[in-house]
């Protein structure tokens, strides 16, 4: 179902609306009871003995949702207050209708009052919806600060109140919910950015559109791991790629070590590494798989470029004159790039041109310093602006990962948990997305294929060591579970 395996922002939700009521003849009012009614069914569902329900409302479409839940609560019986921020009078429409039915059902409305508002046991936020710009204004920062005070469970209406739709900010104040349930298209800002952290478990209710409307707007494609390929029987390794991996500045050589071994569990055939001449023992003792070569900055490797498929350059390089010498013979080889950890930052600070054949894979520190700004707030802008202006496949890592190319959003993976901030995760994606392009994926290909491998390796890792912290190499040891192979 295109609800299901798409995102949308805002705007595109907008239309979404606008398809089903006046294309589709559904009326707004319909629409508006039936995500009242999934509300109030999935606080039942989690709370099957609860007796008293606190609905916050503001006065835009969103609080005519909540005023729905009130109306049902009401009906069944629970003690329910609603609990109205702003003047009541601005509701219109279908809305206002919402209100006026759910007063009919004997719910009974008053004004918030910080520090005397009454709180049942389970609390819907209806305060703000998906047209918030900007931060949220005192009386409704006041509303979300006693909600989240509140140590209730919360239940959010489309979307938790001062998240921004479209990038996931926090535009002020956020309310923290427990569940989060959804209408027509699953909202970007829910899976990406701090929006990640205040939705709770996202649940998605189409409200019975018809599948056809889904087809006026793009959306944003939720990424999933690739299909299982099988090789032939008269497979060799050849066939199956050379990935160079570049790295391992003095002190850090364990970071393209991992690369090395997520390259050779995600199904590369040749591994090699180009590192500091200290680290080859240790390399050969933990993984002689991996061909390794120690080297100075001056040596000559011309011929180990010209012999692989691909580079993948960054992880444990320094910013050092050894880490710039080799970046440089790596950018100039002619050969597909995994760009990340030092080799952004080196990019950042030197102003280097990068070739347009390259994935780059930064997370928000390294992104904010590729694009001179102090801090990422909005996460898909911020990948646009990466891949346009280094004309190549941009990741941007951290919760919901999004990817780019030639200026516009290509996906977004929203598998993942916080056992991935680890240190060497980034390193170990590096090595996933090169062997995925030396086995013959184009790089856009490898890049999205390869952030769900990480993803889903890091949570079969989590799911089966929990409640031990996840380390990097927990990633790696479960690569081989779910990588594909490419004939």
């Known amino acids: 179902m295109r609800g299901r395996d798409r995102v949308y922002t805002a705007a595109e939700v907008r239309e979404l609306d606008r398809t089903a009521i006046e294309d589709r003849g559904i009326p707004g009012i319909a629409l508006m009871k039936r995500a009242g009614r999934a509300v109030f069914d999935e606080v039942r569902r989690r709370w099957p003995t609860g007796r008293s329900l606190?609905?916050?409302?503001?006065?835009?479409?969103?609080?005519?949702?909540?005023?729905?839940?009130?109306?049902?609560?009401?009906?069944?019986?629970?003690?329910?207050?609603?609990?109205?921020?702003?003047?009541?009078?601005?509701?219109?429409?279908?809305?206002?209708?919402?209100?006026?039915?759910?007063?009919?059902?004997?719910v009974v409305t008053s004004r918030f009052a910080e520090g005397r508002a009454p709180a049942g046991e389970v609390l819907v936020d209806a305060l703000l919806g998906t047209g918030v710009a900007g931060a949220v204004r005192p009386e409704h920062a006041a509303a979300i600060e006693w909600i989240n005070s509140s140590r209730r469970p919360v239940v959010a209406v489309d979307l938790p109140s001062g998240i921004s739709a479209d990038t996931g900010a926090v535009l002020g104040k956020a309310v923290h919910a427990?569940?989060?349930?959804?209408?027509?298209?699953?909202?970007?800002?829910?899976?990406?950015?701090?929006?990640?952290d205040h939705a709770g478990d996202v649940v998605f209710d189409s409200?019975?559109?018809?599948?056809?409307?889904?087809?006026?707007?793009?959306?944003?494609?939720?990424?999933?791991?690739?299909?299982?390929?099988?090789?032939?029987?008269?497979?060799?390794?050849?066939?199956?790629?050379?990935?160079?991996?570049?790295?391992?500045?003095?002190?850090?050589?364990?970071?393209?070590?991992?690369?090395?071994?997520?390259?050779?569990?995600?199904?590369?055939?040749?591994?090699?590494?180009?590192?500091?001449?200290?680290?080859?023992?240790?390399?050969?003792?933990?993984?002689?798989?991996?061909?390794?070569?120690?080297?100075s900055e001056d040596d000559d490797v011309e011929q180990l470029f010209a012999g692989c498929t691909v580079i993948g350059v960054g992880p444990g390089l320094g910013r050092g004159s050894w880490g710039r010498a080799l970046l440089a013979r790596a950018l100039s080889a002619g050969k597909p790039l995994v760009i990340d950890a030092d080799g952004l930052n080196l990019v950042a600070e030197d102003g280097t041109e990068v070739p347009p054949a390259s994935v780059m894979t930064p997370h928000p520190g390294e992104a904010s310093r590729l694009l001179g700004e102090e801090r990422i707030t909005d996460r898909p802008a911020a990948v646009r602006a990466l891949s346009e202006r280094f004309a190549n496949v941009v990741v941007l890592k951290g919760a919901g990962t999004l990817v780019a190319a030639a200026g516009e959003l290509r996906g977004i993976c929203i598998d993942g948990n916080p056992g991935l901030?680890?240190?060497?995760?980034?390193?170990?994606?590096?090595?996933?997305?090169?062997?995925?392009?030396?086995?013959?994926?184009?790089?856009?290909?490898?890049?999205?294929?390869?952030?769900?491998?990480?993803?889903?390796?890091?949570?079969?890792?989590?799911?089966?060591?929990?409640?031990?912290?996840?380390?990097?190499?927990?990633?790696?040891?479960?690569?081989?579970?779910?990588?594909?192979?490419?004939a």
């Open 421 to 486: 901030a680890t240190a060497g995760s980034g390193d170990v994606l590096t090595g996933v997305v090169a062997g995925l392009a030396a086995q013959g994926f184009a790089l856009r290909e490898a890049a999205e294929a390869g952030v769900c491998l990480h993803a889903t390796a890091g949570d079969t890792a989590r799911q089966r060591l929990a409640p031990r912290p996840l380390i990097a190499m927990d990633i790696v040891d479960y690569l081989w579970r779910m990588a594909p192979d490419a």
């Open 207 to 295: 409200l019975g559109v018809p599948e056809d409307i889904y087809d006026a707007v793009s959306g944003l494609r939720v990424l999933s791991p690739p299909p299982p390929r099988n090789r032939p029987r008269s497979a060799h390794k050849n066939q199956f790629g050379h990935v160079l991996l570049i790295g391992g500045d003095r002190g850090m050589g364990g970071a393209p070590l991992l690369a090395a071994e997520a390259a050779l569990r995600t199904g590369a055939g040749l591994v090699s590494m180009l590192t500091r001449p200290e680290h080859c023992a240790g390399v050969l003792a933990r993984r002689p798989e991996v061909m390794v070569r120690g080297v």
């Open 54 to 106: 606190t609905v916050v409302c503001g006065s835009g479409n969103n609080a005519g949702d909540g005023y729905i839940v009130a109306g049902l609560a009401e009906e069944a019986g629970l003690e329910t207050a609603l609990l109205q921020v702003g003047d009541p009078g601005k509701l219109r429409g279908d809305a206002a209708r919402a209100r006026d039915w759910a007063l009919s059902v004997g």
């Open 178 to 196: 427990t569940a989060t349930v959804t209408f027509i298209g699953r909202k970007l800002g829910l899976f990406t950015g701090e929006g990640v």
